[in-house]
């Protein structure tokens, strides 16, 4: 069952937190909204999918100013920019920094709604690759230092130096000639043999 999504409203508007906020809950997703950056920072991520929507004029930091200092931080979060008061410059930092959006006031509902799926989209896929990635680096640390030794060879066309010098067609054709020269299944020792051309 996929996780629920969020949005996160950063905006010192009350009123424009409790729209947003009625927008997006009217079409299923969850909502947090924050008057500040720094409320916004005192909270816990949530845990499914997640989009920052960010007002650029704020009271202290502005949200151009905090959408660097995520970034800084390596914090990965798809932001979809609001503003009454924008400008090509603005748009264009916002864009170059990452942002999915950047949309002036007023704005249509549907155009945000977009720009909010495309940046829980983006989330999704993020999460992800960060869990694939960190499948692979656990199955990685479970391999011998022999065996990561191998896969790095692998990587780096030694099985295909093996393949070119056996005149083999395919990675089954090769194992087949393996068999045939009475090399165990699973062994190393094909690899090894040739460590030193």
Do not use: W
């Amino acid at each position: 069952m996929p996780e629920p999504s969020t949005v996160l409203v950063v905006d010192d508007d009350t009123s424009m937190r409790e729209a947003l906020s009625d927008l997006f809950q009217s079409v299923g997703l969850r909502v947090e909204v924050f008057a500040s950056t720094q409320e916004f920072i005192k909270n816990k991520r949530p845990e499914g999918p997640t989009c920052l929507v960010l007002d650029v004029r704020l009271p202290g930091k502005s949200g151009l100013d905090f959408q660097q200092e995520l970034n800084a931080a390596n914090i990965n979060l798809p932001i979809v920019f609001l503003t009454g008061h924008g400008d090509i410059p603005m748009s264009v930092r916002a864009m170059k920094a990452g942002a999915v959006e950047f949309l002036t006031k007023p704005f249509r509902e549907q155009d945000l709604l977009d720009a909010v799926q495309t940046a829980l989209e983006r989330d999704r896929v993020n999460r992800e690759d960060q869990k694939l990635g960190a499948m692979l680096r656990q199955r990685f640390a479970s391999l011998t230092p022999r065996e990561q030794s191998i896969l790095a060879l692998v990587v780096a066309g030694r099985r295909n130096t093996l393949m070119r010098k056996l005149q083999a067609s395919s990675l089954a054709d090769l194992i087949m000639m393996a068999t045939k020269l009475g090399i165990p299944e699973g062994s190393t020792a094909i690899l090894s043999r040739t460590d030193n051309y």
